[in-house]
């Protein structure tokens, strides 16, 4: 038996949203060619919280209490939130740049 709530939606939201951080910190590796080496590193943070949260939320979904709290799970999303945003905009921003390097 499942037992899914508002707080498992909040927690879905964040796995997707710790794949979007991974997918763009792991892009700005790419782009820049590992440097500066801390990408690395902010890259495995990104995935520690990751499995983090998809346990939590297997863990939850399998026990009938409810084992994440709604404003912690809320206050994490608008953290991911600006963290995809502002990898979103490294990302475009060294991709410009690498650009713009390349074409003189």
């Known amino acids: 038996m499942l037992y899914w709530g508002f707080e498992d939606d909040i927690a879905l939201a964040i796995v997707v949203l710790s794949v979007l951080c991974i997918y763009y910190a792991f892009a700005i590796t790419r782009t820049t060619k590992g440097a500066p080496r801390g990408w690395y590193v902010i890259v495995v943070a990104f995935v520690v919280g990751f499995v983090f949260r998809v346990t ?3 863990f939850d ?9 709604v404003e912690e799970a809320a206050i994490s999303l608008l953290a991911l939130l600006l963290f995809v945003a502002g990898l979103w905009m490294l990302n475009s ?9 390349q074409a003189s």
């Open 93 to 101: 921003s060294f991709r410009r740049r690498v650009k713009a390097a």
């Open 61 to 69: 979904v399998q026990s009938p209490s409810n084992l994440i709290d």
């Open 56 to 58: 939590q939320l297997y």
